[in-house]
C-alpha cells in the first residue's frame, strides 16, 4: 500500500537521536532551545516555544490569549478536532464559519457575516484559521476583522511549516497572535510527536513556556516573595506537562534544516499531479497568487467519492479524506450541531480525497496514482 503520507529521515536525523541518548539529558536539557531557536530562524518567528503535540500548543496558546469559560472560539469545520477541541479544554464554547469553496479554508467572508450577525456578548475572543492542506488563508482580511471585532487569532499551521503569504514565512506571525506547527510524522517537518507555538509578543511566549511546566517558574522576578535559594521555584497557576523531550527535539532540529528541500519536492509533486490529472474529471487543488503552499495534503474534489476512495484502496493506493466536518462528530452534535449547518464543508466532505503526497514518493508511483484514479473514475 501506497500510504498518503510518510516522513523521510535521513543518517543525520538518526545521529542526532543518538547523540542525545548518549548525552547527559533526555529531557530539559539543551536540544529544546536548540530545536526553538531552528524553527525560529526557518520560519521567522520571533519567540518559539516546544510542546510534546500541537495539541498542547493550541492548549497553551489559548489560555495565554485568556480564553475560559464564556468565551467563544470560532475555527473552520474542515480541520482535524483538536483545531476546536482547544477551546473546550478551556471550558470555552465553540462554533464553526463555513469555507471558501475554492481554498476549503476559513471564508474570510463568511467570517464577516457571521461576525456581524452576532450580538458582542457572543462574538469570539479567538479565531482559529486552519492553513488547509499547507494553503495560507486570507490572512489579511482575518487581521482586519480581528481589529475591528477585536478578538485575538491563533494560525493553526499544522499543515503550513514552509509555506508563505505575501512574500512573509508562515510563522512569523505578521498577521496572528500566535502560530502552531505540528510535527507529526505525516506532517511536513517530525520530532515523532510534537508541536511549537510561535509569537511575538514575550509575555504571550512566557506564560506559554510556563504552562507547559506546570505553571511553574524559577525565575526570581517573577516570583511573589523574594527568593529564598536556587532550590526554590513557584507554581503560579495551574500548568501542565507538555513539555517536548531532548529526543524529540534534536530530531526536529535536524529535519527542520531540510523544511525548504521538503516544501520544494511536495511542491514538484503537485504540479505533476496537476499535469497528470488535467484530463480527469477531478476539481485540482487552487493555491491563490500572493501565497504559496507547503503541500502538506494534494486534495482533489470528485463526483462519486466513496466508490473511488474503495477502488483505490483495493489497488494498494492509501488515499484518504481530510475531514470529516468537526461540528458533525458525535462530541460536538451533542453540542447541538447538525447537518446542513455548515453547507460548504459538509459538500466539500462528501467529494474530497487526499492522494498520496511525500517526500519520497517516486514519479513511478505517481503515475500508479493517476493510473489507478483513472480506472476508479471510469
Ligand atoms: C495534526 C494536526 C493537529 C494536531 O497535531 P498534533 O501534533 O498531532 O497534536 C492540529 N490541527 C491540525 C489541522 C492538524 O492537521
Redo the contacts with the bound molecule.
Keep these: 500500500m501506497i500510504p498518503y503520507g510518510r516522513q523521510h529521515i535521513d543518517d543525520a536525523d538518526v545521529q542526532a537521536v543518538l547523540d542525545v541518548l548518549r548525552s547527559d539529558f533526555l529531557t530539559q536539557g539543551p536540544a529544546v532551545p536548540r530545536f526553538e531557536a531552528a524553527v525560529a530562524q526557518a520560519t521567522g518567528g520571533a519567540h518559539v516555544v516546544a510542546f510534546n ?4 500548543a ?1 492548549h497553551a496558546a489559548c489560555i495565554a490569549l485568556g480564553l475560559g469559560p464564556g468565551d467563544w472560539l470560532w475555527t473552520t469545520p474542515n ?2 478536532v ?2 476546536a477541541n482547544c477551546g473546550l479544554y478551556c471550558g470555552a464554547r465553540v462554533d464553526f464559519v463555513d469555507i471558501d469553496p475554492r481554498t476549503y479554508c476559513m471564508d474570510a467572508g463568511a467570517l464577516e457575516r457571521k461576525l456581524e450577525a452576532t450580538p458582542s456578548v457572543r462574538r469570539p475572543k479567538i479565531v482559529v484559521p ?1 492553513h ?1 492542506g499547507g494553503c495560507p488563508c486570507d490572512m489579511v482580511e482575518i487581521r482586519g476583522l480581528a481589529e475591528r471585532f477585536g478578538f485575538r487569532t491563533i494560525e ?1 499551521a ?2 503550513a511549516i514552509g509555506a508563505s503569504y505575501r512574500g512573509r514565512p508562515i510563522g512569523d506571525c505578521s498577521w496572528s497572535d500566535v502560530c ?1 506547527f ?3 510524522p ?2 511536513i517537518v517530525t520530532t515523532g ?3 511549537t507555538a510561535s509569537t511575538r509578543d514575550p509575555e504571550i511566549a512566557w506564560r506559554m513556556q510556563t504552562l507547559r511546566t506546570h505553571g511553574i517558574t524559577r525565575e526570581p522576578e517573577r516570583m511573589t516573595r523574594p527568593s529564598p535559594g536556587a532550590w526554590y521555584y513557584e507554581q503560579l497557576e495551574l500548568g501542565f506537562n507538555y513539555r517536548m523531550t531532548d529526543i524529540h527535539a534534536a530530531l526536529g532540529a535536524s529535519q527542520v534544516a531540510k523544511v525548504e528541500r521538503f516544501v520544494q519536492r511536495r511542491t514538484d509533486l503537485a504540479a505533476r499531479y496537476d499535469e497528470l490529472l488535467d484530463s480527469l474529471p477531478v476539481r485540482r487543488p487552487c493555491v491563490g497568487a500572493d501565497r504559496t503552499s507547503a503541500w ?1 495534503l494534494y486534495v482533489v474534489r470528485l463526483a462519486g467519492r466513496d466508490r473511488v476512495f474503495e477502488r483505490m484502496r483495493a489497488a494498494g493506493i492509501g488515499v484518504n479524506v481530510h475531514y470529516i466536518p468537526v461540528h458533525l462528530q458525535p462530541h460536538y452534535r451533542a453540542l447541538g450541531f447538525r447537518e446542513g449547518d455548515f453547507p460548504e464543508a459538509e459538500r466539500y466532505a462528501q467529494e474530497a480525497l487526499s492522494l498520496p503526497l511525500f517526500f519520497d514518493l517516486t514519479e513511478s508511483e505517481q503515475d500508479q496514482i493517476a493510473t489507478a484514479l483513472a480506472e476508479a473514475l471510469g
Excluded at 53 to 56: E, F, G, L
Design positions: 503535540s500541537a495539541t498542547s493550541l480541520t482535524f483538536a483545531s486552519v488547509f493553526d499544522s499543515h502552531v505540528s510535527y507529526h505525516v506532517k510527536e510534537g508541536g502538506h
